[in-house]
């Protein structure tokens, strides 16, 4: 990690690679605001000029890259190539958001609401506030195009403690978990496939779930290009899903089956802890709205793309949902919906007769590609964060001819596999969504904070300012509401992991203090993992 102090200091480096030995020459410039900017002494790396740098109108961030920059360069210190256009921004918005959720999660918002009516209206207001946040979410992806999401926008408006703290619970809990419980759900289903007259053994689930992970892991570690095809391919293929669905719904309600459609708000409303404990299930099918904004530095033209695929990509999915839950209600009764452990595959058996098995397999192809792009996102918010001395160094670095972050891919996967051992869907999901909406109302906080202190940055896309006050008051609403409603110790574990992030922060980011070993673990696993950091990328081209 680097030393975090109000001074300049140089140093004489040695990365190997491909078997050479090679010097670099760095100067690391501490700003106030607690973060380090690298600079080379030695030249610049490579063809053209540097990239243009901007001050901080605030006069407190130091430097930052201009917005746009003349793209990414092989041997930028700061970006990774921008291989991302617009439909691979909508492919990862829609492909990350339509898992498993759609055909697990209806059942479960039926039972929390007790009402089909309010339940539907919470699949609208999901998809209403994931738009809102994503919209708020765009203008910070634009005023600071790193990647890392939340990272990026905590070391802008809070500083470097809160910025720690979302990278420490994102890397060991938020985004593993998340890959954990999509890939639990795609074995789920695809050894359900081949087992029909029991219960699939766990541990087979888990042993198909651990052998996705190895192949989505070893899809991102072969080529960005790659895995944005990978991801294109399987949010086109799950799409073509969803309109099966939808078709086959359609065709029930032109036979007239609008029966459970009828007297939709009859049943009482449900207590108000209970809504939110409802929005979390819901939430977690809309979940991966952000995640496009992990991958900023890879986004061809991101000042365009970034907002334009959200605003693509979250109403298609909104407009998605709503017609498969009317086309499950056409097909089956509310009863039949929560005592079915597999919605998408009921349906299937009334609705397609031979062909049943469709369902069972396009919930494998979106669980797959669901998370493969959580991955794709999650190495890079390891990438960004270590980069800036908030973890291991060997994380921000990248594979020598391929350009991928490998080590943050392999350190997410191994986190991933050991909770697919340990976990459970059910257990996993509840503390994913408290956790992960206390740092997305964070977010909401962080721009409407950044609109007083950084008036005059650059904003390309601008938000209306109401709406991260919208967000923000709703997700103080989803953290404090299950609690009140049902509180459990859970919580309160929740809250002392993340302040437990204090405790490494203090000594190992603050004061710069490494232990001795870990140079030699560094050098081994760059050695092991043939990855450089990428201040030396011009030099193996």
């Not at 070391?155 to 060991?172: E, I, K, N």
């Not at 449900?270 to 991958?295: E, M, S």
């Not at 490494?514 to 030396?536: D, I, S």
Request: contains cysteine; hydrophobic residues 50%; neutral net charge.
């Amino acid at each position: 990690m680097y030393q975090h102090a109000f001074h300049t200091t140089t140093a004489n480096s040695h990365y190997i690679a491909n078997g050479h030995n090679v010097p670099i020459k760095d100067t690391f410039k501490h700003f106030e605001d607690g973060t380090t900017r690298t600079t080379h002494t030695n030249g610049y790396l490579g063809t053209g000029d540097p990239e243009a740098t901007e001050t901080d109108s605030s006069g407190t961030g130091g430097m930052r890259d201009s917005l746009e920059g003349s793209g990414a360069k092989k041997n930028d210190a700061v970006h990774l190539q921008r291989r991302v256009g617009l439909f691979s921004g909508v492919a990862l918005i829609v492909g990350t958001m339509i898992g498993s959720g759609i055909f697990v999660s209806p059942s479960g918002l039926l039972v929390r609401t007790g009402s089909v009516g309010i339940s539907f209206l919470i699949w609208l207001a999901c998809g209403l506030l994931s738009l809102l946040g994503a919209l708020a979410y765009a203008e910070l992806g634009t005023m600071n195009t790193s990647s890392g999401a939340e990272w990026a926008y905590f070391m802008d408006a809070f500083g470097a403690p809160p910025a720690f703290l979302f990278s420490w619970v994102s890397t060991l809990v938020l985004k593993p978990s998340q890959m954990a419980i999509i890939c639990l759900s795609f074995a789920q289903y695809a050894v359900e496939a081949f087992v029909s007259e029991c219960d699939p053994p766990v541990a087979v689930v888990k042993m198909v779930a651990m052998l996705a992970i190895v192949s989505i892991l070893c899809v991102n570690c072969y080529s960005v290009n790659l895995g944005m095809a990978v991801q294109n391919v399987f949010a086109s293929a799950k799409m073509v899903a969803v309109l099966i669905v939808i078709g086959g719904g359609a065709y029930k309600l032109c036979q007239g089956n609008v029966q459970h459609l009828q007297n939709a708000f009859n049943n009482p409303a449900p207590p108000f802890g209970a809504i939110a404990a409802a929005f979390y299930t819901g939430l977690w099918a809309y979940d991966g709205w952000n995640n496009l904004n992990y991958v900023t530095e890879e986004i061809q033209n991101p000042s365009k793309n970034l907002p334009l695929s959200i605003m693509i990509g979250i109403p298609l999915v909104t407009l998605c949902y709503a017609l498969i839950n009317i086309s499950y209600l056409a097909a089956m009764s509310p009863t039949e919906m929560i005592e079915s452990e597999a919605v998408a595959v009921t349906f299937g058996h009334r609705i397609l007769g031979a062909l049943a098995w469709l369902m069972p397999l396009s919930v494998t192809i979106s669980t797959f590609g669901s998370a493969n792009g959580t991955l794709f996102a999650a190495g890079r918010l390891c990438f960004a964060a270590s980069r800036e001395g908030h973890l291991l160094d060997i994380l921000s670095y990248v594979h020598v001819r391929r350009l991928t972050p490998s080590p943050g891919l392999i350190f997410h996967s191994l986190i991933a596999a050991a909770m697919v051992s340990y976990g459970t869907i059910d257990s996993l999901i509840d503390f994913f969504s408290f956790t992960a909406w206390i740092f997305y109302g964070g977010s909401m906080f962080a721009l409407i904070v950044m609109r007083y202190t950084k008036p005059n940055y650059p904003r390309p896309y601008k938000v209306p300012i109401i709406i991260p006050y919208v967000v923000l008051i709703i997700s103080i609403y989803l953290v404090v509401g299950p609690i009140i409603d049902k509180p459990q110790i859970e919580y309160l574990y929740a809250v002392m992991f993340i302040l437990t992030g204090l405790i490494f922060y203090i000594p190992f980011v603050k004061y710069g203090m490494t232990p001795r070993f870990m140079e030699k673990v560094t050098l081994f696993l760059q050695l092991l993992l043939e990855v450089v950091p990428t201040t030396t990328m011009g030099m193996f081209d």
